[in-house]
């Protein structure tokens, strides 16, 4: 049985460095979910006038999914001056309409950052993308490392 280095180097530290991207979005993912849970610490709730509805179109494969996000406006406690932003979540359905009123949470730090409050619940599923992402790529990993242990079992050995 020969050991063939070029392949070997190549293949594993391809997996390496794909290990390596997947540690990373992983940490992105954290980082993320710790921002949104901290969000939601400091939140403060308010009432806030619905000023537009934006539609967003997701499309997970064949199907599209229409997600309705809320420009809203609304006095941050001990401010003078309405604040107007686009909510951070998607509306619940059905959305409400122009011009209804519906409780938000925002960051007294930064009033521009609205979300929600129907919504509170859901900071769990924050970063949940870096974590699919770091997931199919850890998956990668794997198969390169796999690809390089059949090579080493099979073709090699004959």
Do not use: C, N, Q
Request: glycine share 8%.
């Amino acid at each position: 049985m020969s050991i063939h280095l070029a392949p070997t180097v190549l293949l594993l530290v391809s997996a390496a460095v794909v290990l390596l991207v997947a540690l990373g979005l992983v940490l992105k993912g954290r980082s993320v979910r710790r921002t949104a849970a901290g969000f939601r610490e400091r939140a403060v709730t308010t009432r806030a006038t619905v000023t537009a509805l934006e539609a967003k179109d997701l499309s997970f494969g064949t199907e599209p999914d229409t997600r309705y996000f809320a420009r809203v406006s609304f006095v941050p406690a001990g401010a003078g001056e309405p604040v107007d932003a686009l909510t951070l979540t998607d509306l619940p359905t059905p959305p409400p309409r122009v011009g209804e009123e519906i409780e938000v949470a925002y960051d007294p730090e930064h009033p521009e950052r609205v979300d929600v409050a129907a919504t509170e619940g859901r900071a769990e599923g924050a970063g949940r993308t870096w974590f699919v992402l770091a997931s199919l790529l850890g998956l990668v990993a794997l198969g390169i490392a796999a690809a390089w242990l059949v090579l080493v079992l099979v073709v090699w050995t004959s």
